[in-house]
């Protein structure tokens, strides 16, 4: 049976592009597992791995595909297996630091049109995760819509709402109850005709819950929220995209116990600051000693929560490290702390002396 990969999301471009290379098969990736892929194509779904000129090819780690891409690929003689040849230029592509100390980054999903960012109404609800998820959201070429789930375990939905308001400028924000099913038909409003969503957020938020929900049957395992200390489990355990049966295709991806931001947009994300800091009179301005500041006379004036300042500082920090290796981190570290090496030195043997005494 013939394919029709407009239902995952194939567009008249994606057409075009493939059109230049007839010799070639388009897919999309639909699994990952470490570097075995699954990928859908016309003619069905196949394996996948990467031929090795490709691998030689992509020297950087967020160059491979990852679930969302739109890959060309050669079928075998016995359709059991593609070769992925060619990875076709990403929309968009929802990315975040890997865990540890690599500085490396780590495709969370490519070519997804809105980001539902996935938070529960009990103890895991936190206003500042909910401002790393949005900064790295509008970095990454989609539109974020904040969901918050198990809202029949909140007695206080209202509150929660005005906590999150500052925070979720020019955002959609929905709220859901898997046992009684509110929300769901709010999230199926935003997928539509061929379009691609992504659920992100913390493990036990309620994530594959709301999936089935949109999928209309139980697909995917899902797993209550330990009541001891409201902390999730690990449910799924790898990226898969699932097409939905009123139309648009979705992305199901794991749990983030730590969300490292790789790179994000402060401007979208902290637009309220970001508005008072063109009213400052240093075009510098950092907002913090400067005169004539707007940002700190907006806090001044309690227009401004110092709280949102300061993540808004620390975020602008962990980005301009980003991009550095290890060492490089680490240089830029003992410049903002002491000015040079040397002068850490000088510190240290201070320190040391006096202990000595």
């Known amino acids: 049976m013939k394919i029709n990969l407009k239902q995952y999301g194939l567009t008249e471009h994606l057409e075009q592009l493939a059109a230049a290379t007839p010799q070639l098969a388009l897919a999309r990736v639909t699994e990952q597992h470490r570097e075995a892929y699954q990928v859908i194509s016309a003619s069905g779904v196949l394996p996948a791995e990467v031929v090795g000129k490709l691998r030689h090819e992509l020297t950087v780690a967020t160059d491979f595909p990852a679930v969302g891409d739109w890959v060309l690929v050669t079928i075998s003689p016995d359709h059991q297996l593609a070769l992925i040849q060619r990875v076709l230029p990403r929309q968009s592509v929802l990315e975040r630091a890997a865990v540890g100390k690599t500085g490396a980054g780590q495709i969370i999903a490519a070519n997804v049109d809105t980001i539902f960012i996935c938070m529960s ?115 799924t355990t790898s990226r898969e995209l699932l097409r939905l049966p009123t139309g648009g295709v979705v992305i199901d991806t794991p749990g983030m116990r730590e969300l490292q931001v790789q790179g994000g947009d402060l401007t979208k994300a902290f637009t309220d600051i970001t508005t008072l800091a063109d009213q400052c009179k240093f075009r510098n301005c950092t907002h913090q000693t400067e005169p004539g500041c707007a940002v700190q006379a907006a806090i001044a004036a309690g227009e401004l929560d110092a709280s949102r300042l300061a993540s808004y500082h620390k975020l602008q920090l962990e980005l301009s490290y980003s991009d550095m290796s290890a060492r490089e981190r680490e240089n830029a570290k003992i410049q903002r702390f002491f000015g040079s090496k040397k002068e850490m030195k000088r510190t240290m043997d201070h320190v040391q002396r006096i202990r000595r005494r």
């Open 121 to 235: 109404l009990n103890a895991n609800f936190n206003v500042h995760r909910i401002e790393r998820y949005l900064t790295m959201a509008w970095d990454s070429g989609a539109v974020p819509v904040v969901v918050l789930t198990k809202a029949d375990l909140c007695a206080d939905v209202s509150t929660k709402l005005d906590e999150l308001a500052t925070v979720t400028l020019g955002v959609d924000v929905v709220t859901c109850s898997a046992q009684t099913g509110t929300g769901i038909d709010a999230l199926k409003a935003y997928v539509t005709g061929n379009q691609t969503v992504s659920f992100i957020g913390s493990s036990g938020v309620g994530k594959s819950t709301l999936i089935n929900g949109l999928l209309g049957h139980d697909v995917l395992d899902t797993q209550a929220i330990r009541t001891d200390d409201d902390k999730g489990r690990h449910t």
